[in-house]
């Protein structure tokens, strides 16, 4: 439950990254400046001794973050795929979050498949592993089907997991409120907006069946992609808390030394990851948005092979072009265009001055192209992006939460297989591909054509709608201005008509 109890869950919080030794991890990482050093000692030191202690064995960043619960096991997962921000050695740390945490028991899991299947491990079954994968919200066991003898990929969800996930969520939900209540300039970040659209994601994380059905849609749509796999589902083993999928067979993206060893091109998967994502995002609008690395496997073949979907993002098809001419801006480093599409989406107030945002985003971009990516400092851009954020007023856009924490995931993934990467040429076909298709006068006639499906579709209701506005155009009026409506009314079921007729002769023609 959401309330002033939460305080404690915060207090520990704090406490257990003093206990740890995390809190002066951390704060190094982020080269926090000394104040802030200062206050967060201060305020967490009296209460240490309330923290976890956690595993003594574990580093402690990770000790800290596995004590403290899944949802900051989220948190652990996103920061590994950043060495840029906190380091390479805290982000090689950082990655036995994504798959490597102590598992449940096997019996357990075996449980809850009898639940979900009606049948037992020993009829469903004729090989079922110990675990090999646990992650924060469930663990994965290797199997073979006793019917065909298919190795597939049993994923079960941790007991308890529920429970867990919304006690973190609640004392999120207090943070937001006490961030907005105490600082007034946070409110255009909007945390309890921010808190809200992680619960909703991670609520649908938790129901297996939404996963399958996710990795169904995904498929469907990749089907063409060229060196890309995704497991299949088996629908007739999968539930709320269990899910059956082939097994996928590979190297795991992470693992550098094993991908040089098999043989891998490393430069070549890092442009790959990315274009994929990029695909995904701007041509169907519909992407995997936790593609850290140990949710990807490299096949044998070549083939980067994504598993785990029970976080995917979706976006509309016009911020997918707001967000192509926003890349594709940068590409060109146009940043007086980048500025008029940030302007012309909404995403900066009307009264600010484009030409200085312009600017503000040049210095964002230009040491990007003029310097080479292992020598760029991804915490220092960060900070100043923050700062430019906040003096131009600019709200954090929930819409675009997964798909900018996604995006910078797979840059950090691109970027540990291949540090000279440069994020904006491996873009730039896929952005000019897309600009192509969805900006110009393809993409208009296709505009007018879907407006005028839409259209048709009220051809059945025309006589009533001008029935409707005649009759109430022969009322009395009760104001003294002239009713405009009913003839808005008149010219709607006009284009309605016009639109209707268009739709219907060139379905005849065609």
């Known amino acids: 439950m959401r309330g002033p109890h939460n305080i404690w869950r915060l207090i520990r919080t704090g406490a257990t990254l003093e206990r740890t030794g995390a809190m002066r991890v951390v704060l190094d990482a982020f080269e926090a400046p000394a104040p802030l050093r200062l206050a967060a000692r201060v305020l967490a030191w009296p209460f240490s001794w309330l923290g976890h202690k956690g595993d003594p064995s574990m580093p402690p960043v990770v000790r800290a973050l596995s004590a403290?619960?899944?949802?900051?096991?989220?948190?652990?997962?996103?920061?590994?795929?950043r060495p840029d921000v906190v380091g390479s050695e805290m982000a090689t740390q950082l990655r036995v979050l994504q798959d490597k945490l102590p598992p449940f028991s096997v019996d357990a899991a075996k449980a809850q498949v009898l639940e979900e299947t009606g049948l037992t491990v020993d009829e469903l079954f004729s090989e079922f592993s110990a675990p090999v994968a646990a992650a924060s919200i469930a663990q994965v066991h290797r199997a073979r089907l006793r019917d065909t003898g298919e190795e597939v990929a049993i994923k079960v969800l941790r007991p308890g997991?529920?429970?867990?996930?919304?006690?973190?969520?609640?004392?999120?939900?207090?943070?937001?409120?006490?961030?907005?209540?105490?600082?007034p300039a946070s409110r255009r970040l909007r945390p309890r907006d921010v808190i809200a659209?992680?619960?909703?994601?991670?609520?649908?994380?938790?129901?297996?069946?939404?996963?399958?059905a996710a990795a169904s849609?995904?498929?469907?749509?990749?089907?063409?992609?060229?060196?890309?796999?995704?497991?299949?589902?088996?629908?007739?083993?999968?539930?709320?808390?269990?899910?059956?999928?082939?097994?996928?067979?590979g190297v795991p993206l992470g693992d550098n030394d094993a991908l040089d060893t098999a043989g891998h091109d490393r430069a070549a998967l890092s442009k790959r990851v990315l274009q994929l994502f990029l695909n995904h995002a701007l041509r169907d609008g519909y992407f995997h948005a936790d593609m850290h690395q140990g949710n990807l496997k490299v096949a044998p073949n070549g083939d980067i092979i994504a598993y785990d979907f029970g976080i995917m993002g979706h976006i509309d098809e016009y911020t997918r072009r707001v967000y192509a001419e926003i890349l594709f801006g940068f590409i060109r480093r146009d940043y007086k265009r980048v500025a008029e599409v940030h302007?012309?989406?909404?995403?900066?107030?009307?009264?600010?001055?484009?030409?200085?945002?312009?600017?503000?985003?040049?210095?964002?971009?230009?040491?990007?192209f003029g310097m080479d990516a292992t020598r760029i400092s991804m915490g220092k851009l960060l900070a100043y992006l923050f700062e430019v954020t906040e003096r131009f007023g600019m709200e954090t856009r929930t819409e675009l939460i997964l798909l900018q924490r996604t995006m910078v995931v797979v840059e950090g993934v691109a970027r540990s297989l291949d540090p000279h990467m440069n994020i904006w040429k491996v873009a730039q076909p896929v952005v000019e591909d897309y600009i192509k298709q969805s900006i110009g006068p393809r993409a208009a006639a296709s505009d007018l054509w879907k407006t005028a499906m839409v259209m048709a579709r009220f051809g059945p209701r025309l006589p009533q709608l001008v029935e409707a506005a005649l009759i109430r155009q022969s009322q009395p009026q009760m104001e003294v201005r002239p009713n405009l409506w009913p003839g808005r009314v008149l010219w709607l079921a006009l284009g309605l008509v016009t639109g209707g007729l268009g739709v219907t002769a060139v379905q005849i023609l065609f």
């Not at 609640?170 to 961030?179: E, S, T």
């Not at 992680?198 to 938790?206: A, D, H, P, R, S």
């Not at 989406?345 to 985003?361: I, S, T």
């Open 68 to 81: 403290l619960g899944p949802a900051y096991i989220k948190f652990g997962q996103i920061l590994s795929t």
């Open 161 to 183: 997991i529920e429970r867990a996930f919304q006690k973190d969520i609640d004392a999120f939900w207090l943070a937001a409120v006490v961030i907005e209540a105490f600082s």
């Open 197 to 212: 659209h992680f619960e909703g994601v991670v609520m649908g994380e938790l129901d297996l069946r939404l996963e399958a």
């Open 217 to 249: 849609e995904f498929a469907a749509n990749t089907v063409n992609d060229d060196g890309f796999q995704l497991p299949a589902v088996n629908w007739a083993l999968s539930g709320r808390r269990v899910m059956t999928m082939t097994w996928a067979e």
């Open 343 to 368: 302007f012309e989406a909404g995403y900066v107030p009307a009264d600010r001055d484009p030409d200085e945002f312009a600017r503000a985003l040049r210095a964002v971009g230009e040491p990007i």
